[in-house]
């Protein structure tokens, strides 16, 4: 079989394959573009296809072993690679991801399903923590170091949420451009206060240099990335006693952040793969922090170095200034504290609360029995099926663990049991939802309890249909 064949059966079942005159003069099929990107040397495309750096050691193997003895076969990260000399002084290396690795689309797809997963349990997580620090600031009387302590508990829950959503939303392939001005003032405030516990733990000093009312313009979720990981990394690799320096400044030309640490440094032989996911010189790491602060810094049109010091390392980030300031914000009327619910109140109401999750169960049922509710629970579809009597509120978790709320709600509506419905996600709501299946309304985890409340307030408040009687919107 000759190359050109190869070429042509590669591309015909969508394998990748490359070919080089030297060591250049790349040229290569379809499914290999996609993967290869701009390289230019064929170990930069080998490098690029499979995850690991141009000096591996396995990759070196393989191109040596195929220049030597005509053919070389190994597994390079993720990927069984073959590599067969290709005429005199040319190399061709086909990567036939039939061997052990799904095709591009289902790893994108086993991506896509594993990032709803993970958001789902995150936000799962972190609406009930959000939602128990908010109860518990209002059951009494609390000193001001209880009340910031829950205040950062709102906020790390809150950016933590922002955060997976955003990236459940990138492997989606949903990448909204976002020129909205990013507050890395007050963001980058919040994030060193919510880890001031964890370096006050460790025995470091962390401090937080920073011009107030600096911004830039991208998505907020990405500017979270950045701070929390490089500040994280920061007070993990300093040794007791030692100081982490967070710095933000700007300029006509750049905003620039600044992360310092006293830690023993990179060595030399780790630096070119810093960045590079799944790569982690901790026991524990995942080698996702550092990959995903270059994609977060890439996305806001940025640009990421490192140096080392004469103590430690230090990470900067410049970006480009916002270039449009929004105009002055009206300052948002003040949320209902008082505890007067609207017209609809829940008081007197039958409630079902459909949800796998324990913690959010207990959230959903605390808050609406202090509001008065009579709160019934059912932790999956055929629980709630098996429940007995009319509903005036249905509140149903989308992702359920026997189906889903939609299919759910549909099945409760054709038993003529429940009057209004409200479907409960930590993301977007499927295109499949059918008309019986649309929720009257929808909560978005994770939600703050004035916003429960007045979602349930305006389902019962209105001229609602008795149960039974229900139409979706």
Known sequence: MTADDMVWLAQSVGFAFIRASGREALVWNEPAGELVGDATT?????????????????????????????????????FR??????????????????????????????????????????SNVLGAILGWATLARRSGKIGASIDRALSQIETSAR??????????????????????????????????????????????????????????????????????????????????????????????????????????????????????????TKESGTGLGLALVRRAVDALDGEIDFSPV?????????????????????????????????????RGKRVLVVDDDKAMRDLLTTTLGLAGAEVVTASSGAEALDSTGDFDLVLLDMGLGDTRGDQLLSALRRERRIGAAALVSGATLPPDVTI?????????????????????????????????DAQSN
């Not at 690029?48 to 396995?58: I, K, L, Q, Y």
């Not at 086909?94 to 990032?115: F, K, Q, Y």
Request: charged letters at 25%; a negative charge.
């Open 159 to 280: 950016g933590g949420h922002a955060t997976a959503r955003h990236l459940l939303d990138t492997a989606r392939g949903r990448i909204v451009v976002s020129n909205a001005a990013i507050e890395a003032s007050r963001m980058l405030r919040e994030v060193t206060d919510a880890l001031a516990p964890k370096a006050e733990e460790q025995g470091v000093a962390l401090s937080l240099i920073g011009t107030d009312d600096v911004s830039l313009a991208g998505a907020s979720a990405d500017f979270f990335t950045v701070a929390w990981n490089l500040t994280q990394n920061a007070i993990e690799a300093t040794p007791l006693g030692g100081k982490v320096t967070v710095e933000l400044s700007s300029s006509d030309e750049a905003v620039t952040l600044s992360v310092t640490d006293e830690g023993e440094g990179i060595p030399e032989e780790n630096r070119k793969r810093v960045f590079e996911p799944y790569f982690s």
């Open 81 to 122: 690679v073959l590599a067969f000399a290709d005429g005199e002084n040319r190399v061709a290396v086909l990567i036939p991801e039939a061997l052990g690795v799904a095709s591009d689309v289902h790893r994108r797809a086993a991506a896509t399903d594993l990032s709803a997963a993970v958001s789902h349990e995150l």
């Open 42 to 78: 064929l170990e930069g495309a080998l490098a690029a296809a499979t995850g690991v750096s141009e000096d591996d050691s396995e990759l070196t193997a393989l191109l040596s072993d195929a220049a030597e003895e005509g053919r070389s076969a190994r597994t390079i990260g993720r």
């Open 436 to 468: 019986e299946g649309s929720p009257d309304t929808w909560l978005r985890k994770p939600f703050e309890i004035d916003d429960l409340l007045a979602a349930v307030s305006h389902l019962l408040g209105g001229d609602q249909a008795e149960p039974g």
């Open 310 to 346: 004469r103590i430690g390392t230090r990470f900067i980030c410049t970006f480009p200034p916002e270039k449009q300031k929004r105009p002055p914000r009206s300052p948002k009327p003040p949320r209902r504290r008082s505890g007067v619910l609207a017209r609809g109140t829940p």
